[in-house]
């Protein structure tokens, strides 16, 4: 009897984790939100500059406007989904494809704060999903344009990754660490403006979210080489304390958003229902530096790319891709590309703890909602 109350268990236990709206024809389009972390050439395509090399030496052989070695995280999700790299991303003018979906992230973006040189914000990304909705509607009866269908805008999946940028900008502000999470202070902002464009997404059409919360920005070499202060708290794997506090704090007001969301959109008439599902980026990238030795990674806290050498391999003005900077041999495995940016080596790992569902909440994989 036991056995058999153990099974049933698991049974339901499958049945919470998969029970998802899918497509019945098993196709899958991604339209994506965010900022460097899963931007795939916005930025040097709005402003017209270059990035070189050494950046996209792995994989691609070339730069293509990611802001790393080769892969970003998001590459590989879209390799497992059976679609292109979303090379063409929303502000590229020349040769552009979105039939499997648009990549509307920008580096440097917020969610919220005013702050950022980047003229590209959540609500300015979810502003230009609208105005592509609009136009390919308007250009599909002339078969022109993507050609997606509206069956294809109401099944695709809609996946946030935002909220690095407005800590940063928070403390470079001169806010201390309670005025930064305090109630009502720029997280909140963060939080409340990430629920502000799943809603007007939503009310688009959208009903498979998938939202990542950020990643521990005090582990960043960046972050250590120069917001580092005399006296300042790390924790024991010599990340900086604030910043993963504030980071921390961040995706506590997102995973509540994402509950609040989910509840309200998890009702009603099927046609309404929403999946709304928050994957834990933070835990999935820490672990990459609490347990480096583990993924074969070396000098966790330090930057493949930039100039200076150990401890963190990151001065100001001589950073990658600039004559004075230098990159690792290839081969050497690290967790930073250039100090702020992922290698596509750690991209792998994020990529496979994501696609595992393991992270996820509701506990949910990311090609189910696609197959």
Not at 3 to 21: D, K, N, S, Y
Not at 113 to 137: G, Y
Not at 289 to 295: D, K, L, P, R, T
Request: aromatic share 10%; glycine share 10%; proline share 5%.
């Amino acid at each position: 009897m036991l056995r058999g109350l153990a099974i049933l268990a698991v049974v339901v236990v499958v049945l919470q984790c998969c029970e998802l709206p899918r497509r019945t024809d098993g196709r899958c389009v991604l339209f994506n939100f965010g900022d460097s972390n899963s931007d795939t050439g916005s930025l040097p395509a709005a402003y017209g500059f270059y990035l070189g090399p050494p950046a996209g030496r792995r994989f691609f052989h070339r730069t293509t406007g990611r802001w790393s070695d080769g892969r970003l995280y998001i590459d590989f999700i879209a390799e497992s989904l059976g679609i292109s790299y979303l090379q063409s991303p929303y502000l590229e003018s020349s040769g552009s494809n979105f039939t499997d979906g648009v990549n509307f992230a920008v580096a440097g973006a917020t969610a919220a704060s005013n702050q950022s040189a980047i003229p590209f914000p959540m609500a300015t990304q979810v502003n230009q999903f609208l105005h592509f909705k609009n136009r390919t509607r308007d250009l599909r009866p002339l078969e022109l344009g993507s050609m997606l269908k509206e069956e294809d805008f109401r099944g695709a999946v809609y996946s946030i990754d935002v909220g690095q940028n407005d800590i940063t900008l928070a403390f470079l502000a001169n806010l201390t660490l309670p005025e930064i999470v305090a109630d009502g202070g720029p997280l909140a902002a963060v939080a409340a403006k990430v629920e502000d464009a799943v809603r007007a997404l939503y009310g688009a059409g959208g009903r498979k979210f998938w939202v990542y919360n950020t990643g521990p920005l005090g582990c960043l070499p960046q972050t250590l080489a120069l917001r580092q202060k005399p006296g300042d708290e790390v924790d024991p794997v010599g990340c900086l304390a604030a910043y993963n506090t504030a980071a921390r704090a961040l995706n506590a007001g997102l995973a509540a958003a994402c509950r609040r969301l989910a509840d309200e959109y998890g009702r009603g008439e099927r046609a309404d229902r929403a999946t709304v599902v928050c994957t834990d980026m933070y835990a999935i990238k820490y672990d990459l530096f609490a347990n480096h030795s583990q993924y074969g990674f070396e000098r966790p806290l330090m930057a493949c790319c930039g100039n200076g050498g150990p401890p963190y391999n990151y001065v100001n003005l001589k950073t990658c891709g600039q004559p004075t900077a230098t990159a690792c041999p290839e081969g050497e495995r690290y967790v930073s590309w250039d100090g702020v940016h992922y290698t596509e080596d750690a991209n792998t790992i994020v990529a496979s703890k994501i696609l595992s569902g393991d992270f996820s909440e509701p506990c949910a994989k990311l090609d189910a909602l696609c197959t």
